[in-house]
């Protein structure tokens, strides 16, 4: 079985359909890019795996389990599901290890003492051992993006997703973000994301996901898919991107 | 008939001015467990507690003060409830003192950015959780200048409360003006001595304000 199953996906916003069905299974240890057009409800499916958005139809398996709307359930579901967002959304108030330490702390009410070792790890696994003490706006984008991913590590998910993680970024910020999204790859995290380097994609992911109009419109292997893409929409999209 | 000096006149005033004093802390400290509890109602977001703490803000910013005392002070008597100036003037003080409080907090909690919700719902908070370490410590930054300058208008508002009777500074003035025929002397030095409870605040709400403007954590 996969690690998240989802099947028949629906959701609207009002009258605005965004997602028209959605089938994807994504196994242990995947790395998933999920690509296309603004608006083709990227964001959306990806928030729907860590229940930030509700559906109006279809099943969500997470780790064998279907997630329903209850409380507990959505609970259950985000120690599962880590996720990191395009705008970081570190908290402002706290420093870059209290950042980390904050969830396992009140969530899995984990000891200072254990919450700061597991901080301490990640941070340095992201390479920021240096800036532990320092406030969010003490840091360069990049680093606060590090430290969110640091932050999402820290709860030990089982599949990270991520949000255009490079895309608020300065183009000289960018490579040290997707190193550490590399790295995360290599070691055999389970990754979704929503990106627009396609490069970076072509590279580090098992598979490729296009999406279009609310619909996964083509997918597979990202050299076979870049090389020739089957659908005019996928081939358009990726011509875009070279032009 | 005796003579009143200048020091008389102060002299007991300052005395009265000890009871506006208690009585705007109590309203300030009884309004603020009131509002904050509004607030996280309100916050946690049921249909009806929103439209609920809505109408409550709405009924006591949109009537006078003087009207919301003369129902606490006439209307409770007729449900049996025997209150005197002092039950009714904390009482009546409390709950509009709540109600603007509840809506600027709201103000400070709606300010914070919806990304902090987003990333600690991720990370599995419950709404308490979020409350308590990502969005009230956030919040409170923001909220302490319009606080405080709210203080201002709570102390102002106990003047209101000489009309039940309640003998604090404005009662006591006019109580004095009555025995002295001094009514400029008297409500001259009521008016310094309010200068001086509400300056202070005043001031230092702006301090705040300018200390919180260029903080951004
Ligand atoms: N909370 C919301 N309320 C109403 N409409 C929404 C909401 N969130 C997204 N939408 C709409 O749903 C559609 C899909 O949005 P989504 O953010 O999933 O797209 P996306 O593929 O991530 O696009 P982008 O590349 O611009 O991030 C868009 O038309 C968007 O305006
Ligand atoms: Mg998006």
Redesign the pocket.
């Known amino acids: 079985m996969s690690l998240v199953e989802l099947h028949a996906i629906h959701k609207s916003?009002?009258a605005?359909q965004?997602l028209k069905g959605i089938d994807l299974k994504i196994d242990e240890g995947q790395v998933i890019a999920l690509i296309?057009?603004?608006?083709?409800?990227?964001?959306?499916?990806l928030?729907t795996i860590n229940g930030l958005?509700t559906i109006d139809d279809g099943t969500i398996m997470v780790a064998g389990k279907k997630v329903g709307d209850h409380d507990t359930d959505l609970l259950q579901l985000r120690l599962n599901v880590g996720m990191v967002f395009q705008q970081f959304n570190l908290f402002p108030h706290y420093t870059a290890l209290e950042n980390v330490m904050l969830s396992p702390q009140v969530v899995k009410k984990q000891s200072k003492g254990e919450a700061r070792k597991i901080a301490e790890e990640m941070l340095a696994k992201v390479g920021l051992s240096d800036k532990m003490m320092h406030y969010p706006d003490q840091l360069s984008g990049g680093q606060q993006q590090r430290v969110a991913i640091a932050r999402a590590l820290a709860m030990k998910p089982r599949v990270l997703l991520c949000?255009?993680v490079t895309s608020a970024l300065d183009p000289e910020l960018v490579n040290e973000v997707l190193a550490v999204v590399r790295q995360l790859a290599e070691e055999g995290m389970t990754l979704v994301m929503?990106t627009h380097e396609m490069r970076f994609a072509r590279e580090v992911c098992d598979s490729l996901v296009f999406?279009h109009q609310g619909r996964i419109h083509e997918s597979g292997n990202p050299e076979h898919v870049f090389a020739s893409p089957k659908t005019p929409e996928l081939a358009s999209f990726v011509g875009g991107l070279a032009g | 008939m005796p003579e009143f000096t200048l020091w008389d006149i102060v002299h007991n005033l300052l005395l009265a001015a000890r009871w506006t004093v208690l009585l705007s802390i109590l309203a300030f400290v009884l309004g603020s467990i009131v509002g904050l509890a509004l607030l996280l109602v309100r916050t946690a977001g049921n249909r009806w507690a929103v439209r609920f703490v809505r109408g409550y803000v709405e009924l006591f910013q949109g009537t006078p003060l003087l009207m919301q005392l003369f129902i606490v002070f006439f209307g409770l008597p007729l449900l049996g409830l025997d209150v005197s100036p002092w039950i009714a003037a904390t009482f009546g003080l409390t709950l509009f003192t709540s109600a603007f409080l509840t809506e600027i907090w709201r103000g400070c909690v709606e300010s914070v950015a919806k990304g902090q919700w987003e990333a600690s719902t991720a990370l599995g908070m419950n709404f308490t959780q979020q409350m308590l370490y990502v969005i009230l410590p956030q919040a409170l930054r923001i909220a302490v200048p319009p606080t405080v300058g709210f203080s201002v208008q709570v102390v102002k508002g106990t003047a209101v409360t000489s009309i039940i009777g309640f003998v604090e500074l404005t009662k006591a003035g006019t109580m004095i003006t009555n025995a002295t025929y001094a009514p400029f002397t008297v409500y001259g030095c009521v008016a310094v001595l309010y200068f001086l409870i509400c300056y202070p605040l005043s001031l230092y709400a702006r301090h705040l304000e300018g200390k919180f403007r260029h903080v951004t954590r």
């Open positions: 916003f009002g605005l965004v296309g057009k603004s608006g083709s409800g990227k964001s959306t499916l928030r958005e949000d255009e929503v999406m």
